[in-house]
């Protein structure tokens, strides 16, 4: 993600909260704070998937010039399956969808992400 993008992002969280606020204004300080929470977690979960998508251990393979992982079981380098999207739920409760390259182990057959 941009700059832009996550300025524009943050811009509309605050204005969210802010109209959130209007619209409840005998809101209690717990209340608002959960509010400003549940919303802080969108921007939490967009920067963790962004985070983890720089990585350059997110892909391998021969085509890609890195080491293939090992399977856990056999300790035999996997066979990379290709870029499919993986949805894994953050601390905070959001969903993140990361793009990491699958792998199958030739040996029993187990396929997995590894956790790169």
């Not at 509309?12 to 959130?20: S, Y």
């Not at 509010?35 to 963790?48: I, K, P, S, T």
């Not at 293939?68 to 399956?81: G, I």
């Amino acid at each position: 993600m941009q700059c832009e993008e996550w300025l524009s992002k943050s811009e509309k969280i605050l204005t969210d909260v802010k109209e959130w606020r209007k619209a409840h204004p005998k809101a209690t300080f717990v209340e608002i704070e959960d509010e400003v929470h549940r919303r802080m977690m969108q921007l939490e979960a967009q920067l963790l998937q962004d985070a983890a998508q720089e990585s350059s251990s997110r892909a391998w393979g021969k085509d890609m010039g890195e080491e293939a992982p090992r399977c856990s079981r056999c300790q035999v380098p996997l066979q990379a399956r290709g870029q499919h999207a993986r949805t894994v739920q953050g601390n905070g409760g959001e969903s993140v969808t990361l793009l990491r390259t699958y792998g199958t182990c030739p040996h029993c057959g187990e396929s997995f992400f590894p956790p790169r």
